[in-house]
């Protein structure tokens, strides 16, 4: 069971490049998130996603795209880099059910992006 | 909308010493609360949470209490030691959904 795995762990792009950050969790979750932290910002929710075909957005989802076609999966997405997208991402993921919001969420490793 | 808030860091503390980061929410409804400890290069885990007014989480020393009518979740440690070093974050997850509002984290530096 390796829970939630991230890849790749670093990369870096240069500004209008476009990339895939992807997540993978094994646990059978219906509910996935993709985060940002950026310092003294703590994170701030990007998409989330409340299982397969359905996707919604959170708090910063401007520049990224995201689709859900399996449970398994929830990539991320990068249109036209920038360096404002320059952060470290996690994905999470939950179980559902009627009291969703009493759960844990289980945050994968993180990927570490430098945009140039 | 929904926010959180809590102490800005970095608290310097000796081994031994006894911890409390503040930490208050604003929220309709009745959220569940959350710390998360991030340790240097890691991901985020879960460290405990409470998901009614007046529950008790706690795990590895640490506790915190759901005070409705002071909206707070303060996180206490009665005896610090260096191993919890980490990054804590203070988040709530609103009714019904299953997404969490953070706050910004406090880092906590325990010296030996």
């Known amino acids: 069971n390796a829970g939630v795995t991230q890849t790749p762990k670093f990369q870096v792009l240069k500004t209008g490049q476009s990339m895939t950050l992807q997540c993978a969790q094994d646990?059978?979750?219906?509910?996935m998130s993709w985060y940002r932290q950026d310092p003294g910002m703590g994170l701030r929710l990007i998409h989330y996603?409340?299982?397969?075909?359905?996707?919604d957005q959170g708090e910063v989802p401007n520049g990224y795209n995201v689709s859900r076609s399996t449970t398994e999966d929830f990539p991320l997405r990068l249109l036209s880099a920038a360096p404002s997208q320059t952060s470290v991402y996690f994905c999470?993921?939950?179980?559902?059910?009627?009291?969703?919001?009493?759960?844990?969420?289980?945050f994968g490793p993180g990927t570490r992006l430098l945009v140039l | 909308g929904d926010s959180v808030t809590q102490m800005e860091g970095p608290v310097t503390l000796s081994e031994e010493a006894f911890l409390t980061i503040n930490c208050t929410y604003t929220?309709?409804?009745?959220?569940?609360l959350f710390w998360y400890v991030q340790y240097p290069g890691e991901g985020l885990q879960l460290l405990l949470k409470?998901?009614?007014?007046?529950d008790k989480g706690s795990n590895k020393g640490f506790e915190a209490t759901y005070r409705k009518e002071t909206t707070s979740f303060h996180l206490e440690k009665g005896s610090v030691q260096v191993s919890d070093s980490a990054v804590y974050f203070c988040?709530?997850?609103?009714?019904?959904?299953?997404?969490?509002?953070f706050g910004k984290g406090t880092m906590l530096l325990v010296s030996p």
């Open positions: 999470a993921s939950s179980p559902a059910g009627g009291t969703a919001y009493q759960e844990t969420q289980y």
């Open positions: 646990m059978n979750h219906e509910y």
């Open positions: 996603s409340v299982g397969a075909g359905i996707t």
């Open positions: 929220a309709t409804g009745y959220p569940s």
């Open positions: 409470a998901t009614k007014a007046d």
């Open positions: 988040a709530l997850s609103a009714s019904g959904y299953s997404t969490l509002t």
